[in-house]
């Protein structure tokens, strides 16, 4: 068909032309230092978090464990 010929001709690669340029990888590249930074960042504040809840249910959890005790003790 006229139009599939139209655009693979439009998406030919010339291998002295890549499709890419040198300042494009370097931004690219920066771009994905930059999201694996913040997601690293992003997980360990998760982790913290995580690490504080399961804390406080801990103790949670021991206070409530005292408290039935003295309630058994003073039935």
């Known amino acids: ?8 001709e439009e ?6 032309e890549p499709w890419y340029g040198k300042q494009d990888l ?16 992003r997980n360990h504040e998760l982790e913290q978090g995580l690490q504080q809840m ?7 959890l021991q206070e409530i464990e005292v408290d039935s005790n003295q309630v058994v003790d003073t039935s």
Do not use: P, R
């Open 1 to 8: 068909m006229l139009t599939d010929m139209i655009v693979e």
């Open 11 to 16: 998406f030919e690669l010339k291998d002295e």
């Open 26 to 41: 370097e931004h690219d590249l920066h771009l994905a230092a930059q999201l694996g930074k913040t997601l690293l960042d």
């Open 54 to 60: 399961f804390s406080t249910n801990q103790e949670q």
